[in-house]
Every structure is written in structure tokens, then in C-alpha cells.
């Protein structure tokens, strides 16, 4: 072994270390082979069991080495089996892997757990790039359940938002269709769907909003509402103004009202329910403008 550093055989002295090492400390021996270390750790990587190039880099991170490990687990990724996404250095090895054409998740794994052990580290961390947009449809039932989502929307690249963000709002839209008044978009969530051209939560059944008309579900649906982007209230203005009608929801009638400004169809919408206005304490006559620039004056059939 001293004949091969004085001589600068790299490839021997990995092969010699293979031998008579230990795999962690012969990985670690031969990355400061003096001169040029990389043919044989490229050797000694490609010899040792792919677990063991991954164990090293993880002790040990380097971008080098990390380029190697990445060769095998790409072609075997149960070598990923110990995936922490808590520590950076799984991060970044699990990012190198996935970029580099490796499947996202190692077999067998528990990708409930890895998945909140993830949103739990990007509450500070980066994210691991390339990842998200590959585990997306396991990532966002975790997402939407979550409870630091503004901060995770903030935090993730437009690629992973805009794989994210169609799933979020489907799983919405599947909550509202099992009655769930509590499911509701955050606003950061809500304001990228409009800027990545998602369209907004659409509840099914006879009403558009029907689940948001459950018993007791008044002060979460307003609420849930009341986050939608303009886009989305736009296109809902006229049977969130018939539910209010119908439910005689006077605080649903006052959300239309104060929003009567941002497109005629909200205004439109928010007259057809100006009577539930009246009996929440507004005036008997209210102007309502939002269409062509001209007031509208409607007078309740309270008002006398």
C-alpha cells in the first residue's frame, strides 16, 4: 500500500484498502489518496455494497463523492433504505438521486412517515430539489392536512408548488363533497391556484356549495369563502348568493356585499340576497355598485 501512494496508484490503493479495511474506513482512506483520489474511489464505490457508499456519504458528505454514491443508488434504489429526510445530508443525497433518474422512494419504506418528516424539516430547511414534484401525490393529502402550510408554500420552488397545488385542491374538493365544512384552502395556497392557473375549489352535488350549507357549517364556510381569489369568486358569485337566499345566511350576504366592488357578477350576487342585508342591520335601500361603472339602487322588502 505504500508502493501504490508513492507510486500514485489510485485504483491499487482502493483495491488494497477493499481488502484489508473495514468498507467505512477504506472509503475514508482512499478520498485522501494523495493526488488524484477519484479513480479509485469511483472504483472502490462501484465495488463495495451500494449501502456502503451510501453510509459513507451520509457520515461524511461531499459533492464528490455524492456524484458516485448517486450511480449506484440510482441503479439500486433499496440501497436508500435508512432515507432521514430530517438531515441534510439524506436530502441532498435523496435529491442527487431523483434528479439523476432514480425512483423517488426506496422499496418498502414508510412514506406516510418520511412524508411528515419532510414537511417538518422544510419548515427551516430547503427543500430537496427535484423531490416534492416526484412524491407529490403521497406529499399532499400531508400537505393539506398540515398546519404550517403558508409557511411551506413560501418556502417551495414553482415546481414543486405547481405539482402540488392541482392535488391540494382536489383533495379539497373530494372533503367539500363528504360534507367536511372545516376543509378550506389557506390563502397563500388560495393565490397561488390563481397564479398558476389552477381553477378553484368546486364542491359537487346539486349546489356548487352545498357541503359549505351543512348544519352548523355557517362560520367555516363564510370563512372558508372568504379565502378564495377573486377568479374563484367570480366564478361561483351566483350560487354562493342562491345559498346564502336559501339559507338565509346573513353573513355569507355581507362577504358578497363587501366584495361587491371586485366584478359585476359578485354585485349581481350580492343584490340577489340584499334583503338578508336589511335584516343584519344595513339599510332598507342599498346602492350596489360593480357592473358598467353605474350604481343599481335596490330597495328591500324591509325598508317600508
Not at 457508499?53 to 461531499?62: E, F, L, T
Not at 393539506?144 to 413560501?154: E, I, K, N, P, V
Not at 362577504?255 to 335584516?279: E, F, M, N, T, V
Request: glycine share 8%; with cysteine; proline share 8%.
Amino acid at each position: 500500500m505504500r508502493r501504490a501512494r508513492a507510486r500514485r496508484w489510485s485504483c491499487l490503493h482502493a483495491a488494497l484498502l477493499k481488502t484489508t479495511r473495514p468498507p467505512s474506513e477504506a472509503i475514508a482512506a482512499q478520498r485522501v489518496f494523495p493526488e488524484d483520489p477519484l479513480p479509485g474511489l469511483r472504483w472502490l464505490i462501484g465495488a463495495l455494497p451500494a449501502v456502503e457508499g451510501v453510509r459513507a456519504y451520509v457520515q461524511a458528505p461531499d459533492a464528490t463523492l455524492c456524484a458516485l454514491v448517486v450511480q449506484r443508488t440510482k441503479a439500486e434504489p433499496a440501497s436508500l433504505v435508512g432515507l432521514d429526510p430530517s438531515e441534510a445530508p439524506w436530502r441532498a443525497l435523496w435529491s442527487a438521486h431523483v434528479m439523476a433518474g432514480g425512483a423517488p422512494w426506496p422499496p418498502g419504506v414508510d412514506k406516510a412517515a418520511l412524508c411528515q418528516s419532510l414537511l417538518q424539516a422544510l419548515q427551516t430547511a430547503e427543500e430537496p430539489l427535484g423531490v416534492v414534484p416526484k412524491i407529490a401525490e403521497d406529499l399532499a393529502p400531508h400537505v393539506f392536512r398540515g398546519t404550517a402550510r403558508a409557511a411551506l408554500w413560501a418556502r417551495l420552488s414553482a415546481e414543486s408548488t405547481r405539482a402540488l397545488i392541482p392535488r391540494v385542491v382536489t383533495l379539497l374538493n373530494e372533503a367539500l363533497e363528504r360534507g367536511d365544512v372545516r376543509a378550506r384552502l389557506s390563502r397563500s395556497c388560495s393565490r397561488r391556484c390563481s397564479s398558476y392557473g389552477v381553477s378553484g375549489p368546486q364542491a359537487g352535488g346539486a349546489h356548487p356549495l352545498a357541503p359549505v350549507g351543512a348544519p352548523d357549517g355557517r362560520g367555516a364556510g363564510v370563512q372558508w369563502i372568504s379565502s378564495w381569489p377573486t377568479s374563484a369568486l367570480v366564478r361561483h358569485a351566483h350560487p354562493v348568493g342562491e345559498l346564502a337566499l336559501s339559507r338565509r345566511w346573513a353573513k355569507l350576504a355581507e362577504l358578497l356585499y363587501s366584495s361587491r366592488y371586485r366584478d359585476k357578477q359578485i354585485g349581481q350576487a350580492a343584490l340577489s340576497c340584499i334583503d338578508l342585508l336589511s335584516i343584519s342591520g344595513h339599510l332598507p335601500s342599498l346602492v350596489i355598485w360593480g357592473w358598467g361603472g353605474t350604481p343599481t339602487t335596490r330597495t328591500s322588502s324591509f325598508g317600508g
